[in-house]
């Protein structure tokens, strides 16, 4: 018996890396709607939309949305 805690495995994030790449590409800032709209169209797995979905209304530079997300695009 040990006393290690379970380890939760963190969601793979390169799916978000790389729907912000591609949304961001000649844009400033975008709005949480269009980049759940976005993530749902890319097929993003469920929970990456649900923290995409979490995010405050408003508009979001690419790294204020990556900090966010959890991912690192940039």
């Given at each position: 018996?040990?006393?290690?805690?379970?380890?939760?495995e963190?969601?793979?994030?390169?799916?978000?890396?790389?729907?912000?790449d591609?949304?961001?590409h000649?844009?400033?800032?975008?709005?949480?709607?269009?980049?759940?709209?976005?993530?749902?169209?890319?097929?993003?797995?469920?929970e990456?939309?649900?923290r995409?979905?979490a995010?405050?209304?408003?508009?979001?530079?690419?790294?204020?949305?990556?900090?966010?997300?959890?991912?690192?695009?940039?």
């Amino acid at each position: 018996m040990t006393d290690d805690a379970p380890v939760t495995e963190q969601p793979d994030t390169r799916p978000i890396d790389e729907l912000l790449d591609e949304i961001y590409h000649g844009q400033e800032r975008i709005s949480q709607a269009d980049i759940y709209r976005r993530a749902v169209s890319a097929d993003l797995p469920a929970e990456l939309l649900t923290r995409i979905a979490a995010l405050p209304e408003g508009e979001y530079a690419v790294d204020e949305a990556a900090d966010l997300l959890c991912g690192s695009a940039g």
